[in-house]
């Protein structure tokens, strides 16, 4: 499959902060696999769109935890996540990542 103007229209990544962030339309597909917010218990503070982001530049980029950019959560939102992800997240997440890094480019 090579790629055309249409396709690499639909998967430029011009709008957003990183490349490694989430477009809408991904947010749409991962977000199902978050785990719900805890009830009884203290409202949810952080943004899991940014801290899945966070996890994708991160897993992208192979930086450390200590230089991660300022403008997505602290380091301890995204290092630890409350609640933890649960395995369908972890293996979504890997697989984004493979995504990104490969540049959306197919493999075989």
Same mark, same amino acid.
């Given at each position: 499959?090579?790629?055309?103007?249409? #396709?690499?229209?639909?998967?430029? @990544?011009?709008?957003? @902060?990183?490349?490694?962030?989430?477009?809408?339309?991904?947010?749409?597909?991962?977000?199902?696999?978050?785990?719900?917010?805890?009830?009884?218990? @203290?409202? @949810?503070?952080?943004?899991?769109?940014?801290?899945?982001?966070?996890?994708?530049? *991160?897993?992208?980029?192979?930086?450390?935890?200590?230089?991660?950019?300022?403008?997505?959560?602290?380091?301890?939102?995204?290092?630890?996540?409350?609640? *933890?992800?649960?395995?369908?997240? #972890?293996?979504?997440?890997?697989?984004?990542?493979?995504?990104?890094?490969?540049?959306?480019?197919?493999?075989?």
């Amino acid at each position: 499959m090579h790629w055309t103007d249409t #396709a690499r229209r639909e998967h430029a @990544r011009l709008s957003q @902060r990183y490349a490694s962030d989430l477009t809408d339309r991904e947010w749409e597909l991962l977000a199902p696999f978050l785990p719900p917010p805890r009830r009884p218990g @203290r409202p @949810r503070s952080a943004d899991l769109r940014e801290v899945a982001n966070a996890i994708l530049y *991160l897993l992208s980029m192979g930086c450390q935890w200590r230089i991660l950019p300022k403008d997505f959560p602290p380091v301890s939102t995204v290092q630890l996540p409350t609640p *933890l992800p649960t395995a369908e997240f #972890a293996e979504s997440m890997s697989a984004w990542s493979g995504l990104i890094c490969s540049g959306f480019r197919r493999t075989s």
